[in-house]
Antibody, heavy 113, light 112 residues
Framework: EVQLVESGGGLVPPGGSLRLSCAASGITVSSYWMLWGRQTPGEGLEWVAGVRHGGGETHYVDSVKGRFTISRDNAKNSLYLQMNSLRVEDTAVYFC??????WGQGTLVTVSS | DVVMTQSPLSLPVTLGQPASISCRASQRLVHSDGNTYLDWLQQRPGQSPRRLINQVSKRDSGVPDRFSGSGSGTDFTLKISRVEAEDIGVYYCVQGSQWPWTFGQGTKVEIK
């Protein structure tokens, strides 16, 4: 059974940083596209960042380029999202996703003063 | 970016009756590898999304056969042959053919 467990969400002021983690079991993260998606009541679902299997090519949605970094640790079988220069509009539930197939339970990030 | 437009956004249904959701892409979704990466997700209240259909018409493991997907190019459809109470929630189409992958706005399926 595939399990993706996110952690690291919380309340942070605008301009602050957070690092999200996703611990995977039942799969090998290096063998799949791994992504972070987010969901807000107003804006719906959005892919934030993805890292391809194999060589590890990364992709970001324009609104987070230069601020967010996706990475994975194959030894720990984990996925990360380093989020810097956070903005109010980054407030959302963030999901770890295996190749659009399996979704974690999500972690809430709130950016507010 | 590829814009995904779903209709309707709200779908009141009668239990046991069929339901249909449309998804239109602003560009053709055929990937350079020849496949069309159009999926359908279900999100029940309080839960994470769950994929039901991948590559237009392939049901994921454990998905009841009352769910079916069809379409090609830019126009796609999700059909539920007979709606059951557990089917209540929001349904999203999502394309994975061109980055950034993009979602439709979601269709809320509720009981009449």
């Amino acid at each position: 059974e595939v399990q993706l467990v996110e952690s690291g969400g919380g309340l942070v002021p605008p301009g602050g940083s957070l690092r999200l983690s996703c611990a995977a079991s039942g799969i090998t993260v290096s063998s799949y596209w791994m992504l972070w998606g987010r969901q807000t009541p107003g804006e719906g679902l959005e892919w934030v960042a993805g890292v391809r299997h194999g060589g590890g090519e990364t992709h970001y949605v324009d609104s987070v380029k230069g601020r967010f970094t996706i990475s994975r640790d194959n030894a720990k079988n984990s996925l990360y999202l380093q989020m810097n220069s956070l903005r109010v509009e980054d407030t959302a539930v963030y999901f770890c996703v295996r190749d659009r197939i399996d979704w974690g339970q999500g972690t809430l990030v709130t950016v507010s003063s | 970016d590829v814009v995904m437009t779903q209709s309707p956004l709200s779908l009141p249904v009668t239990l046991g009756q069929p339901a249909s959701i449309s998804c239109r892409a602003s560009q053709r979704l055929v990937h350079s590898d020849g496949n069309t990466y159009l999926d359908w997700l279900q999100q029940r209240p309080g839960q994470s999304p769950r994929r039901l259909i991948n590559q237009v018409s392939k049901r994921d493991s454990g998905v009841p056969d009352r769910f079916s997907g069809s379409g090609s190019g830019t126009d796609f459809t999700l059909k539920i042959s007979r709606v059951e109470a557990e089917d209540i929630g929001v349904y999203y189409c999502v394309q994975g053919s061109q980055w950034p992958w993009t979602f439709g706005q979601g269709t809320k399926v509720e009981i009449k």
